[in-house]
């Protein structure tokens, strides 16, 4: 790899995107690239100044799928499709290199998010029941100082 210009390369077409963008090179030569599928309603052309970004704006798209361009091969290999409302995707260096791909499994369970949630949620509401039992748990602390009291001196 010297870095020079080999010129344009005889991979296969992507239609029906707003953009592509390259995410490496596959071990086979293939590009790897994310494709993404436009909403209904996105425009069709995108050259105007200020549209700058447009193509990947969350308005704009659908879905990705992550394609791989093969030199010579007459249409894009699909890798990866991601759900509808998945809109970006990035792919490890390694991952890319290694050409390894397996079944996706989603993550089961509950999140970070809930678990911070359910801590403030305790916090909070432990707060308020401190709050309102603060005269009931002050006469609770003031009457066993007086049984102690009363204890030590031998009035019990």
């Known amino acids: 790899m010297t870095g020079r210009d080999a010129g344009p390369l005889d991979v296969p077409a992507v239609s029906d995107v707003t953009t592509i963008r390259l995410l490496g090179w596959g071990p086979d030569g293939s590009a790897l690239v994310v494709a993404y599928r436009p ?49 970006a995707i990035d792919v490890a260096d390694g991952v890319i290199e290694s050409g390894r791909v397996r079944e996706a499994s989603p993550s089961g369970g509950v999140g970070g998010r809930f678990w911070w949630w359910t801590g403030l949620i305790i916090l909070v509401w432990g707060g308020i029941a401190a709050y309102r039992g603060r005269v009931g748990l002050a006469l609770w602390f003031g009457d066993r100082r007086v049984r102690r009291a009363r204890a030590a001196a031998g009035e019990d």
């Open 39 to 87: 909403e209904p309603l996105a425009p069709t052309r995108f050259d105007q100044p200020l549209e700058i970004d447009q193509r990947t704006a969350y308005g704009n798209v659908r879905g990705v799928r992550v394609l791989a361009l093969s030199p010579g091969a007459a249409e894009p290999r699909t890798m990866l499709t991601a759900p509808d409302q998945i809109l």
